[in-house]
């Protein structure tokens, strides 16, 4: 049973998955892959929640033998601080801030809207708060010692100033922001497999300044960490 290897960017998914250096990736077109043992599926998902959404209804709709999610690629950080450019970190639950009813500052509060996205039996109803479990050994994943974790929301446009990501950390409890995480995260709770999902600060959340970015460093980071976490 393979585990998909998700990632929104052929350039992301390369650098967790260096077999697959000079292969033309298209998006959302699994690609098999038999590495240091593992049975994996490589796939690109597109940018953003409305392809990452799309992306994992098709594989997951067409491929009823994958057995997990290893969803990856680069974040912005809500503090250098806590997560400087270049961390590593685990995303312990997904945000989805712009489902609900928005207010005039772009922040919306789901649970006015009454509407939960999913409602599963026996558990919480899921507005705009998706916790992911760590469940890395269920899947095989060898995670570095001391690996941070933190929260993250998922936007579909990025936050380009500092007064929205101001705003956005004011409301939500989050370190990351990505374009992808919280679809890929509930497609997979909806199906009931296991999701784990890791993020390389690539930038500071609305950062005009160069210095504030390094995504080549970041890319960097993924292709010297992400092969040992999927070394069985």
């Known amino acids: 049973m393979p585990l998909l290897v998700t990632a929104a960017t052929g350039s992301e998914l390369t650098a967790a998955l260096p077999p697959l250096q000079g292969r033309e990736l298209p998006e959302q077109q699994a690609i098999p892959l038999t590495w240091r043992g593992r049975e994996l599926l490589a796939y690109v998902t597109g940018v953003g929640?409305?392809?990452?959404?799309?992306?994992?209804?098709?594989?997951?709709?067409?491929?009823?033998?994958i057995h997990g999610v290893l969803n990856t690629g680069?974040?912005?950080?809500?503090?250098?601080?806590?997560?400087?450019?270049?961390?590593l970190a685990l995303v312990t639950e997904e945000i989805l801030p712009e489902y609900g009813l928005c207010s005039d500052c772009g922040i919306s509060d789901a649970q006015a809207l009454r509407f939960?996205?999913?409602?599963?039996?026996?558990?919480?109803?899921?507005?705009?708060?998706?916790?992911?479990?760590?469940?890395?050994?269920?899947?095989?994943?060898s995670l570095p010692a001391g690996l941070a974790r933190a929260s993250s929301?998922?936007?579909?446009?990025?936050?380009?100033?500092?007064?929205?990501?101001?705003?956005?950390?004011?409301?939500?409890?989050?370190?990351?922001?990505?374009?992808?995480?919280f679809a890929v995260a509930l497609a997979c709770a909806r199906r009931?497999?296991?999701?784990?999902?890791?993020?390389?600060?690539?930038?500071?959340?609305?950062?005009?300044?160069?210095?504030?970015?390094?995504?080549?460093?970041?890319?960097?980071?993924?292709?010297?960490?992400?092969?040992?976490?999927?070394?069985?």
């Open 49 to 65: 929640p409305v392809n990452a959404a799309l992306a994992l209804g098709l594989i997951l709709g067409a491929r009823t033998d």
């Open 74 to 87: 680069l974040a912005g950080s809500f503090d250098l601080d806590a997560l400087p450019l270049g961390a």
């Open 116 to 141: 939960p996205q999913w409602n599963p039996r026996d558990q919480e109803p899921v507005f705009a708060h998706l916790p992911l479990p760590d469940c890395a050994a269920e899947l095989g994943l």
């Open 153 to 181: 929301l998922t936007v579909a446009g990025v936050s380009a100033t500092p007064a929205r990501a101001r705003a956005l950390r004011s409301a939500f409890p989050a370190l990351l922001e990505n374009m992808e995480g």
């Open 192 to 232: 009931g497999i296991p999701c784990v999902e890791l993020r390389c600060v690539s930038n500071l959340v609305s950062a005009q300044e160069a210095r504030l970015r390094d995504f080549s460093g970041a890319l960097r980071v993924m292709a010297a960490t992400l092969p040992d976490i999927l070394n069985p």
